[in-house]
């Protein structure tokens, strides 16, 4: 990997400074504010972790410990990586460079003709023979920028190769073709390969890591010109996990290879590209650590999805297994600073006999729906057989009044001969601008000999219930 991605992403242990100042100062002001995109581009200079960084912070920042210090999250879903006093990203620009590719994919066809069940809704498929993604993909992190006359947008993901999880980026024009990269990025324009696992042997995340969710905010605690990208990820040990006898839930979940420990991380960039990991409390640089015996998040932390509720109120969505009940289950956390957690315990378990989430509930993805305030849950739902779809649920303050939409799933697999039709999961809701409730469905797909893929299905309507995957644009 190149010499200043290696520099950012293995730098755990020389950035803890910032985030043992950060656990312990109060935050009780948290704002949001929505940011425009000037057409006057300017170039953000590269975050690298280095001892020139680390110095940089420490000889101008001394609001670190400042108990009064604001933290500023920037709506980035519908907007561009800017703030009121600066202009637009450069390194948004969708360019090509050495390391990218514009691969041929069903989603190509501008029209339905010619799709077969088999290609339907697929946008994304596995990467070229000895990329660094050609063995697997999943857990499509998207978000969308809206500029005066541009639309661009990211999709961070979790790629495999060598019997390690990476993550990569991909950008698009319009969230159907998406240019990628077939090997680690090179410079803060390109696309590819963005973060390995951790090379350190005490680290939570040394055999896997998985993108959850992307916040862009600003602190007066890291003092650089512009908003950082704050990635939330699953991060995974060699620790095994016993399997349970009597769990079939647990037993079906990942027929592939054995269960690993996971738990929550934290990283940080300027460019979207070049990561540095932020030490949680966890001795092994983890946000937070799993749950006492007997609760029901004692085997291990996955998908941390993060929210902004409002000031001083940050909510992280997340799922684990419940021994006790036997299925999968999804909990909240709440936190002042994006840094310190505080568990609240489970929202929402298995369905009922004979329901597509009987099993239980993971992978959940919570978005505030910008018309009516209402939180929305996308959620992976684990059927007796182990066959997996999407639900959807809803709450009036995001908390633990969650109510499934219906019975049924939002999103099931396709066909015996569809590229999907072993399972569905891992979902993210993009909610598009207009007058109509629209929405995007970013999700992964499982298919013949578990060969993998990130599909599309859209929905329209404000009580919408189910999704159609995409099919091309209808003119």
Known sequence: M???????????????????????????????STPTWSQTKSK???????????????????QLKNK????????CSAKPNTDRKNATDDNLSLRSGSNSTIPEQAAASPTNEGLSSFSRGLVFDLGLKDSWDSAEIGSPVVKRFIGDEEERWYMWYCGRSNGKDSIGLAVS??????????????????????????DDWWAFDTQGIRPSEIVIMSSAKVRVNNSLYWLYYTGFNDEKIEPLDNSVAFKLSDRKRMYYRSLPGLAMSQDGRHWARIEGEHYSGALFDVGSDGEWDSLFIASPKVVYHGAGDVRMYYHSFDAEKGHFAVGIARSRDGIKWVKLGKIMGGGGNGMFDELGVMNAHVVKNRKDGKYVMAYEGVAADGKKSVGLAVSSDGLKEWRKFQDGPALKQSEEDGWDWEGVGSPCLVQMDGDADEWRLYYKG?????????????????????FQRWTGFHL
Do not use: Q
Request: one cysteine or more; charged letters at 15%.
């Open 68 to 75: 009064n210090s604001k933290l500023f999250l920037l709506h």
């Open 173 to 198: 024009s319009n969230g159907i073709h998406w240019e990628r990269g077939n090997g680690p990025i090179k410079s803060s324009s390109d696309v590819g390969m963005v973060m390995n696992c951790s």
């Open 2 to 32: 190149g010499s200043t991605a290696t520099t950012a992403i293995s730098s755990a242990k020389s950035i803890n400074a910032l985030s043992t100042s950060a656990n312990n100062t109060k935050i009780t002001n948290l704002t949001t």
């Open 44 to 62: 953000l200079p590269d975050f690298y972790a280095s001892s020139s960084f680390l110095n940089h912070l420490k000889s101008k920042s001394p």
């Open 446 to 466: 499982t298919g013949k000999g578990g060969k993998t893929g990130i599909g599309l299905a859209v929905s329209e309507g404000i009580e919408f219930a189910s």
